[in-house]
């Protein structure tokens, strides 16, 4: 009866009780609202900061690329694009690609 932002709240807090040195996430904004997919961006920023590592699955680059230390840009299963955020944003090919600009 959760709603899908609550069911992904709730699963972030399961893999948190066990107090993890790893979070690793799989699209945790699939089916959100765009409000909620905000809140968790924020939340998993929040956790980065105090020393959580986070590995992240996800199709929204643009706030993944936001948020991370380094990315990795996988296309039918192959590396297409490795490095720093802000270097990847920096490509025009990526940013062609995967954000529309």
Same mark, same amino acid.
């Given at each position: 009866t959760l709603s899908g932002g609550e069911q992904q709240m709730l699963a972030i807090g399961r893999g948190l009780m066990a107090e993890p040195r790893l979070l690793i996430l799989d699209e945790p904004s699939l089916g959100l609202s765009p409000l909620l997919v905000e809140e968790m961006f924020?939340?998993?920023?929040?956790?980065?900061?105090?020393?959580?590592?986070?590995?992240?699955?996800?199709?929204?680059?643009?706030? +993944?690329?936001?948020?991370?230390?380094?990315?990795?840009?996988?296309?039918?299963? +192959?590396?297409?694009?490795?490095?720093?955020?802000?270097?990847?944003?920096? +490509?025009?090919?990526?940013?062609?690609?995967?954000?529309g600009l």
């Open positions: 924020a939340l998993i920023a929040r956790l980065n900061r105090e020393g959580l590592a986070v590995l992240l699955v996800e199709q929204n680059v643009a706030q +993944s690329l936001e948020i991370a230390h380094r990315a990795y840009v996988l296309e039918n299963g +192959s590396l297409r694009f490795a490095g720093l955020p802000a270097d990847l944003l920096a +490509s025009d090919e990526l940013r062609r690609a995967y954000l």
